[in-house]
């Protein structure tokens, strides 16, 4: 290990190629934050310490925009993470439980599908698909697609986690007198729970941060976060557009912290 | 329906049923198929109630798949399986009072010993403190009390067996199957758990169905043994008969250490085949119904049925030739070369050392047996 450590070290350029991906990743989050907490309405110069923004955001002339945007965002998260977790848990326990039945390839090829399609052919197609069946634009129609959309990111660790947990198991629950749904809900879903938890996390983040295809299905007068805070960027921009990204990157890091201690939590040991 | 079966045994054979009705497990032609693979062809066997009954064979030979068939997990293609004369081929695993412990003992990992043990129970119905009040009996009976708080991974492979054991034995099941439970743990555990199970099982009066690939294991553990090969039967029986009277070529070889002999047989008088091996020797042993004058067979003596001396003794004795020791720890096997004939291995205690039994390689001696020592084998 050390020995492979010390060989990457040493390639020419290394270092230089380290710290320039590091700075070009973070140093405009670290700007951000850091001019989140500026005095001024510039948003370039630096004139001292000030929770002003936040203040701004949460009590200014436009908070009750930024609330109802927050609460859009919220539920739709909350509500399209949950129905697509079960969703991709389900389908999970079929593709891997469920034998080598026909189409089985191209079933898992459906599922994670929308991952490779480009997103605004998919904002497009679920508009045209929703104008064409009469589905009323709105907050409806946002939490619809964004459950669908959110299926295949929590299909995957669900997936990953259920190849891992062998079928003697569900088999030697099932020699102990468990019917298959008591096999199902006392011992699969317990051992998945890591899975389902980071496949939710992961989509409640995907549903919270999607601009392109609620932008398309929203319709008029319904913000989420991501809309209202472009809509507000087109009109010049203004440092509580930073107050309100480093908030959502507070939000991000605790779901990322949550999602690693849950991983590195493996009770199938 | 089970229940009544096994306590009112008695009844059931006046009631006009087939008399093998109080058998624990009867398997009659059972088929199983995977696709175009036949992995088991046409198994007929029945299992006394309060057996320890071992099915033994090489890896591959489908002795998980007949567990499996009885436990439920593999669906019987044709046949039938019948537990205390009831038929269960169509019932789904947990409608069979038939536990297992598992190759790999799939203990639930996020359960502690304790509720592992208590689960088979609840599911029966049981009230969840009465099923740990059980389940903290069984932890006692396999000495493992002290760890019902723990969980799976903290215990060593041994300790998790003996908790898969519990586990499967605390339901109290008609029949308790085992899949080569014993396969993952060393030589010295190995021993001492082969001795807690044969305790455990007379214990119980559970029916035992035991999975090996060891026979070594098998003889030490069963009342009896059915040796399987290739998806088929080879022989049924007793230890004892299985390793002094093997029915044919495989299960002489498979079973402990012999010499096969290629011999024609001479003649046939008075129960005795005197047979020819080659370079002028010949042997008498026993005769085999099915075996004719004629007939070219193999014929197998056991190592440690043979024994050297300077003069022919009683018995068989054929002249020959040491070639080689080998020490073997409690015992000494050597290579006895006959004149233009059969090499033998014969195997003599260590204790016989001073006996004179034991010869320096070169030495002209005798090998004798007593006569019906060797045994004629169908092929
Ligand atoms: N699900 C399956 N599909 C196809 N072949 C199988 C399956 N399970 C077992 N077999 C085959 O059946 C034969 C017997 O297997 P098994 O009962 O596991 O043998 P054993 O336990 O004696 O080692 C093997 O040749 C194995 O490859
Ligand atoms: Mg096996």
Known sequence: MAAVNDNIKSYTGFKAITILCLVVLYAPLVIVTIYSF????????????????????????????????????????????????????????????????????????????????????LAVATLIFFNSIGFTRGYFSILVAHTAFCIPFAYLPIQARMQGIEDSFEQAAMDLYANKRQAFTKILLPLMMPGIISGFLLAFIVSLDDFIITNFVKGAGVETLPTAI????????????????????????VMVTISYFVSKKDNTQ | MPDEAFNMAQHHKDADMSPSSTAAIEVRDAVKRYGTFTALKRISLTIEDNEFF??????????????????????????????????????????????????NYALFPHMTILENVAFGLEMRGKSKSEARSKAGEMLELVQLSEFAKRKPSQLSGGQQQRVALARALAPQPKVLLLDEPLSALDLKLRKAMQLELKHLQRETGITFIFVTHDQEEALTMSDRIAVMSAGEMQQL?????????????????????????????DAIAGGRATCHLGGGHELTCNEVEGIGVGAKVHLSIRPERLFMSEEPAEGESLKGRIKENIFVGTDISTIVELAEGPDFIVRTSNSDRGNKRIFEPGTEMFVNMELGAGRLLID
Not at chain 1, 81 to 94: D, E, N, P, V, Y
Not at chain 1, 230 to 249: D, E, R, W, Y
Not at chain 2, 240 to 256: L, Q
């Open chain 1, 38 to 121: 500026n005095a001024s309405k510039s948003i370039t110069n630096w004139e001292g310490l000030s929770l002003y923004w936040y203040y701004d955001i949460f009590a200014g002339p436009e908070s009750a925009k930024w609330k109802e945007a927050a609460w859009n965002s919220f539920t739709i998260a909350i509500v399209a993470a949950t129905m697509a977790t079960s969703i991709a848990t389900l389908a999970a326990t079929a593709m891997v439980r469920g034998g080598k039945f026909k189409l089985r390839t191209a079933s898992f090829g459906l599922i994670s599908l929308p991952l490779m399609v480009p997103e605004i052919v």
């Open chain 1, 230 to 253: 472009f809509g507000s960027v087109k009109q010049g921009l203004k440092p509580n557009i930073m107050a309100i990204s480093t908030l959502l990157l507070g939000v991000s890091v």
């Open chain 2, 54 to 103: 071992t099915l033994l064979g090489p890896s591959g030979c489908g002795k998980t798949t007949l567990l499996r068939m009885i436990a439920g997990f593999e669906d019987v293609t044709e046949g039938a399986i019948h537990l205390f004369g009831d038929p269960i081929a169509d019932l789904p695993p947990h409608q069979r009072p038939v536990n297992t412990v598992f190759q």
């Open chain 2, 237 to 265: 029986g007793s230890p004892t008969d299985i390793y002094e009277r093997p029915r044919n070529m495989f299960v002489a070889d498979f079973i402990g250490e012999t010499n096969l002999l290629e011999v024609s047989v």
